[in-house]
């Protein structure tokens, strides 16, 4: 058991460092998001699955967290890109195409 | 126990990226978002430190942590959109 | 009216799973389901009847495990990414078309994009069209990018909510 509980937290903390590293890599902020959110809500899933084998008394709380923030985790992004797109934040320079400026011009008009 | 030490050394590995990203960031959003990744960080490790510490209080921390961490995004979001 | 009743029994149920099944506790559970019931029905125009379980059950069956086996890839592909000192990326906003029209089964699928290899949801329009943030544009036309992002997840939640 304690075998399972040490590879699950280790995972966990391994995709933790690689969505800070990603957020400190990545050249604007919507690549930053997708590589933070992504990472951060498997490492979250992993640990606290990690620490209910430990206990398994509390799993079902620990996966009302875990069901929590898979549901949230994504709509915050999600929430946070489209007002820096709102507030006209400049997407990286290698940005190949742009469907989304046609929609809020058609909206605005 | 070793391994605790190693997941507590990945952790800190990601939370000083995301303060480097927080004190960085060029935009407002840059800073959100490393604090939003900083606050989910921080309730995965409300749960393990419950399961070392073994006590079921830190999962009720870790619930209105996770809550309050996404009220803040959302807050902020919806604050700082359409600005300048 | 019909819809308060299942919503009041759900929230109760949460409540009981978080604060414990003791005596001052339920009360104060009936209380807020209440009230939480009363808002999520009217306010929110959340439809919530019995036929949800049933609903919830499929969900689990055949969306969970399709949705996680794509995260772990997803979690795969940022660690390559972010890993690779060239950092391989060609981003780009698109549309796609997901062909759903129900406010609920759109922020799941919304959801799974965000959390699907490269790809984060950004706007929605009424016509069911997502807008995505895809971290590495490739195919030339709406109709094969719809396909590779939400072509698998958008089948089975049609499939799915009744």
């Known amino acids: ?109 | 126990m070793m391994a605790n030490v190693v997941f507590f050394a990945l952790v800190a590995l990601g939370l000083v990226f995301a303060v480097i990203r927080l004190f960085k960031g060029p935009t407002p959003f840059d800073r959100v978002l490393s604090m939003d990744m900083i606050n989910i960080i921080i309730t995965g490790l409300l749960v393990v430190i419950a399961g070392i510490l073994d006590s079921a209080l830190y999962l009720d921390i870790a619930l209105v942590f996770a809550v309050l961490a996404f009220l803040e995004t959302i807050v902020f979001a919806r604050y700082m959109e359409g600005r300048r | 009216m019909k819809n308060y009743f299942p919503t009041f029994v759900f929230c109760f149920l949460v409540w009981i799973l978080v604060a414990g099944a003791g005596y001052p506790e339920l009360i104060l559970g009936v209380a807020v389901s209440l009230a939480l019931a009363f808002f999520i029905a009217r306010i929110c125009g959340i439809r919530m009847s019995w036929k949800t379980p049933l609903s919830a059950l499929l969900f689990i069956a055949l969306y969970v495990p399709v949705f996680l086996l794509e995260l772990v890839k997803a979690n795969i592909d940022v660690l390559f990414r972010v890993l690779n000192p060239k950092l391989p990326i060609n981003p780009g906003f698109v549309r796609i078309e997901t062909g759903i029209s129900d406010n609920f089964s759109k922020l799941i699928l919304a959801n799974s994009i965000t959390l699907t290899p490269g790809t984060i949801s950004v706007d929605a329009d009424d016509d069911g069209g997502i807008y995505v943030h895809w971290i590495n544009v490739t195919g030339d036309d709406a109709g094969s990018r719809s396909e590779k992002i939400s072509g698998r997840f958008s089948r089975i939640l049609k499939k799915v909510m009744l």
Request: hydrophobic letters at 45%; proline letters at 4%; charged letters at 15%.
């Open chain 1, 1 to 109: 058991m304690n075998i399972v509980y040490y590879i699950l937290i280790i995972l966990g903390g391994i995709f933790y460092a690689v969505g800070g590293l990603g957020l400190l890599r990545m050249p604007d902020v919507y690549t930053r998001a997708q590589a933070g959110t992504k990472a951060t809500t498997l490492g979250t899933m992993l640990t606290m699955i990690g620490a209910g084998v430990v206990h398994p008394e509390w799993l079902p709380k620990i996966i009302l967290i875990i069901l929590f923030i898979v549901l949230t985790n994504p709509v915050g992004s999600s929430t946070l890109i489209r007002s820096a797109y709102r507030s006209r934040v400049e997407a990286s320079g290698r940005t190949a195409i742009d469907e989304l400026g046609a929609y809020y011009d058609r909206e605005v008009e």
